[in-house]
C-alpha cells in the first residue's frame, strides 16, 4: 500500500498566488483530513470528509481556503489569494472508519508564501 | 481556546530511563485519546490509543494512563531508545471533533 500521497512535497509561492495542495487517500478510507501546522498552533484540523461529504469545516481560516472531494480517491485544498501567514506544513490524513479513531498522515506540503 | 494542551514543549531523558510524556484537556465530550509520533520531514504516525471506559492500556514499551476526572493523560515509554527522539503529539476526539496537542519533543540521550 502507497499509503496517503499528497503534493507537491514543497512549494514556494508569492503573496496573491492561487495555490493548489493535492492528496490521495489510502483505497477503501472513508474519512479524509486536512491539517495545518505551526510552530505557535501545533496540528490544526481544517476540514474533515467523511464518504467524500464534508463533515466539519470549522478549521478553515477564512474564505481563502477551500476544500474539495469530487471523489473517494482524490481531495485538494484550495488557497486563494494566498498571504505569508498561510506558511506552513499541510498534512493530509485519512481514516478507515468514521468515528474519528487512527488517521494515517501523507508527509505533508511545506507551503512557503513570499 | 485550546482544549488539548500539552504543557512541555520539550523533554530529555538518558537511554533506558522512562519517558512520560503529559497531556490535558479540556472537554468532556471527548471519549477516544490518541498518541502520534512525528519524525522530521515526515507525517504523523499512531502509536496507541486509549478509549474512556479504560484508564490504561499497554502495548510493548508504550503505556497510556487515562485520568478522567482530571482530564489528564499521559504516556510512558520503558525504555527510552535513541529512536525514540521524536516529536510526539496527543490527540483527542469525540462529538465529531478531532483535536491535537502542540506536540512534546523527546530528545532520548545515548
Known amino acids: 500500500d502507497a499509503g496517503v500521497i499528497q503534493s507537491p512535497r514543497h512549494e514556494v509561492t508569492e503573496m496573491g498566488q492561487e495555490v493548489t495542495l493535492r492528496c490521495k487517500p489510502i483505497?477503501?478510507?472513508?474519512?479524509l483530513f486536512w491539517y495545518r501546522q505551526t510552530m505557535m498552533r501545533g496540528l490544526e484540523l481544517l476540514i474533515y470528509?467523511?464518504?467524500?461529504?464534508?463533515?466539519?469545516d470549522s478549521g478553515m481560516p477564512e474564505d481563502r481556503f477551500s476544500a474539495k472531494m469530487p471523489n473517494a480517491s482524490f481531495s485538494t485544498l484550495k488557497i486563494q489569494p494566498s498571504e505569508p501567514r498561510d506558511s506552513a506544513v499541510y498534512f493530509c490524513?485519512?481514516?478507515?472508519?468514521?468515528?474519528?479513531?487512527?488517521?494515517?498522515f501523507g508527509p505533508g506540503t511545506r507551503l512557503t508564501v513570499l | 481556546d485550546q482544549q488539548v494542551k500539552q504543557n512541555s514543549p520539550s523533554l530529555s531523558v538518558q537511554e533506558g530511563r522512562i519517558s512520560i510524556l503529559n497531556c490535558d484537556y479540556t472537554n468532556s465530550m471527548f471519549d477516544y485519546f490518541l498518541w502520534y509520533k512525528k519524525y522530521p520531514a515526515e507525517g504523523p504516525t499512531f502509536l496507541i490509543s486509549i478509549s474512556s471506559i479504560k484508564d490504561k492500556n499497554e502495548d510493548g514499551r508504550f503505556t497510556v494512563f487515562l485520568n478522567k476526572s482530571a482530564k489528564h493523560l499521559s504516556l510512558h515509554i520503558v525504555p527510552s531508545q535513541p529512536g525514540d527522539s521524536a516529536v510526539y503529539f496527543c490527540?483527542?476526539?469525540?462529538?465529531?471533533?478531532?483535536?491535537f496537542g502542540t506536540g512534546t519533543r523527546l530528545k532520548v540521550l545515548a
Open positions: 470528509f467523511n464518504n467524500n461529504v464534508p463533515i466539519d
Open positions: 490524513a485519512s481514516s478507515p472508519t468514521s468515528n474519528l479513531g487512527t488517521q494515517y
Open positions: 483505497s477503501g478510507h472513508n474519512s
Open positions: 490527540a483527542a476526539s469525540g462529538n465529531y471533533k478531532y483535536i
